[in-house]
């Protein structure tokens, strides 16, 4: 009798094995299509803040209820004349500007936001050498709707800027529009030596509405 009472669970178990694996993958699947998703950075455009090879957790449900914010990290969805790929390509970069906002450079060497100077910490240096904010003076204003996003390493990334310079300054092929953004970066977990939060400076705090 004890050896029927200990096989039952054995069986119960091993049936119900398939149902908990396809439950947990279903799971998984429904997380990471909906909820969250991982990206590694393939190139140096924001260094320091991130270096090629990490790895980043994006929450894609954030911008479901409300839009970016000045100074978030978003991965979006690049149009084909930025990435030249016409199967679209992830591309990660920090929002500059948000709709309606009036983004110039520059001010003692800063870009100014609704006339607000904006100090950058998140800058690339490197051996004392620091990129300016912008390679050339721009006065633009970001459509409703969209946003202007740049890399934190100024000197090394396609962005806003460099597709407003190519555009012919056409304000609308050099910024993004806010349903092409897959979600925000908020955490670098990999390498665990670089794991670190992807929080919103504080010198955006200062920045006001148009």
Known sequence: ????????????????????????????????????????????SMENTLQIDDRVLVNKLVYDFRSPHRGEVVVFKAPTEWSGNPDGEDFIKRVIGVGGDHVVCCDDDKLVINGKPLYEPYIFSANGERDKPADQEFDITVPEGRLWVMGDHRSASGDSLEHW??????????????????????????????????????????????
């Open 165 to 210: 310079q190519q555009s012919g300054r056409n304000i609308d092929s050099a910024t993004i529009p806010e349903d092409q953004v897959v979600g925000r970066a908020f955490t670098v977990f990999w390498p665990v030596d670089r794991a670190t939060w992807l929080t919103v400076p504080e010198q955006f705090d200062a920045i006001p509405n148009p």
């Open 1 to 44: 009798m004890i050896d029927e009472q200990t096989d039952k669970p054995r069986s119960s178990f091993w049936k119900e094995l398939p149902i908990l694996l396809g439950v947990a993958i279903l799971v998984a699947v429904l997380v990471r299509y909906f909820v969250l998703q991982t990206f590694f950075i393939p190139s140096p």
